[in-house]
């Protein structure tokens, strides 16, 4: 499930976060058709998320500018809400951008994605071009504001 991967500093990385198989590998083939130089890790929790985060990390925070998250909200265990709540209150990851999807038509819980610092907060079931635009965009963010030369 966790595919290897090479890091560089004028790519980043997008680390999938989902518990179903099935939603991680459509959104994997829309980021794929999206055509951006993007590698993609998979994660089937938050707790993995995290804990790849920590171990990745370490004591530098040069490492979490490359990277983009995407995150699905309802998982067993540390839904998405909360990880997105540990990844922004965490000093060094605070900046990676970070795209929420949830199962949701409910106002309350859309506000409280973008309130909690999620750059984009959509509704499943994910929209194959709506995905693939959202991606775009959230990758022309990540080259504008966190690339690292």
């Not at 939603?23 to 089937?44: H, T, W």
Request: aromatic share 10%.
């Amino acid at each position: 499930m966790n595919k290897n991967f090479t890091q560089h500093p004028l790519q980043p990385t997008v680390l999938l976060v989902d518990d179903d198989d099935e939603d991680r590998m459509l959104m994997r083939i829309a980021l794929e058709s999206a055509e951006l130089p993007m590698p993609i890790r998979e994660f089937d929790s938050g707790e993995a998320l995290l804990a790849f985060l920590k171990q990745e990390t370490g004591l530098s925070a040069f490492e979490s500018v490359s990277w983009i998250v995407i995150l699905d909200k309802y998982m067993p265990g540390i839904n998405g809400f909360e990880t997105l709540r540990q990844l922004k209150a965490h000093p060094f990851w605070q900046r990676i951008p970070v795209v929420l999807f949830v199962n949701t038509q409910n106002q309350d819980e859309m506000e409280l994605c973008v309130d909690l610092g999620a750059m984009a907060c959509m509704n499943k079931p994910l929209h194959f071009e709506d995905t693939k635009e959202l991606m775009r965009m959230v990758y022309q963010y990540w080259q504008n504001n966190l690339a690292v030369s």
